[in-house]
């Protein structure tokens, strides 16, 4: 699912207090010759709040089901993300399908600045100081894959520094 990205480090779910934050259901309809057959899908995201996060799809007759069925495809796709003193490390664009997101550091006391979808990936990450800007589709599936997107390119200056085979004070000071 990752594939795409360089430093991408998934992250076993077991030993970690994992928080679940629904981010959206939608109740789908099938139409028999018997009648309609309703169903519901469950987008879900969980995070320990300290850097690792993931999102889930989850679709069943029963909305409680369809839930649980997310949490457990949350849980199997977890990646660590690169914060910089309960913020990021640096701004980044995301894009997925027709959803873009812009997501920017702020200054300590500022919050959570972002809608519905984005907001949930972020607290679920752990960012306590952000700015951000959805544009584009508003569907909840779309906007949370870019926020991913987004997230998944960030890099710590750790990151950067052993890349350039610099020593961290370099990558600051040129």
Do not use: C, W
């Not at 934050?21 to 018997?34: E, N, S």
């Not at 969980?46 to 850097?51: A, H, I, L, P």
């Amino acid at each position: 699912m990752y594939q795409d990205y360089k430093n991408v480090e998934l992250v076993k779910p077991s030993g970690l207090d994992l928080k679940d934050r629904l981010v959206g259901v939608q109740r789908v309809t099938k139409v028999t010759k018997g009648g309609r057959a309703f169903g519901f899908s469950a987008i879900v995201v969980v995070g320990d709040e300290n850097g690792v996060v993931g999102h889930g799809l989850g679709k069943s007759k029963e909305v409680a089901e369809a839930i649980a069925k997310a949490v457990e495809d949350a849980k199997k796709n977890l990646v660590r993300i690169p914060l910089h003193k309960g913020t990021l490390p640096h701004e980044q664009k995301g894009k997925y399908s027709g959803a873009r997101v812009f997501i920017l550091p702020a200054a300590p006391g500022t919050g959570v600045i972002a809608g519905g979808a984005v907001r949930a990936v972020l607290e679920a990450v752990g960012v306590h100081d952000v700015l951000s800007k959805s544009q584009g589709s508003s569907n909840p599936h779309n906007v949370v894959k870019a926020t991913f997107d987004a997230l998944l390119q960030l890099r710590s200056a750790e990151t950067i520094a052993k890349q350039r085979g610099i020593s961290l004070d370099k990558v600051f000071n040129g």
